[in-house]
Nanobody, 114 residues
């Protein structure tokens, strides 16, 4: 089993920045990729960014150039640096980990005011 704990969400004005953190524990050796998803009210959950164990990254078109995903293997933590935030970035952000199984964090709310 893998446990994921997110932190760093909050309320920010448009144009501002936030950094989300996701700390993994448990059977972390089984993880080969981690990512961030988000779900806005009335919408489906969507991929925001992902990073493999080898450091390869992938971003949604809507956030490319504004968000950066990174990982600190020593701390078993993945980060999502979000800059130039827009009201449409408002959502619950979920950390995910993938290996033989998939795992989700509890989610953290990000609200961007206009």
């Amino acid at each position: 089993q893998v446990q994921l704990v997110e932190s760093g969400g909050g309320l920010v004005q448009a144009g501002g920045s936030l950094r989300l953190s996701c700390a993994a524990s448990g059977s972390i050796f089984s993880i080969n990729a981690m990512g961030w998803y988000r779900q806005a009210p009335g919408k489906q959950r969507e991929l925001v960014a992902a990073i493999t164990s080898g450091g390869l990254t992938n971003y949604a078109d809507s956030v490319r150039g504004r968000f950066t995903i990174s990982r600190d293997n020593a701390k078993n933590t993945v980060y999502l640096q979000m800059n130039s935030l827009k009201p449409e970035d408002t959502a619950v952000y979920y950390c995910s980990a993938r290996g033989p199984k998939g795992y989700w964090g509890q989610g953290t709310q990000v609200t961007v005011s206009s």
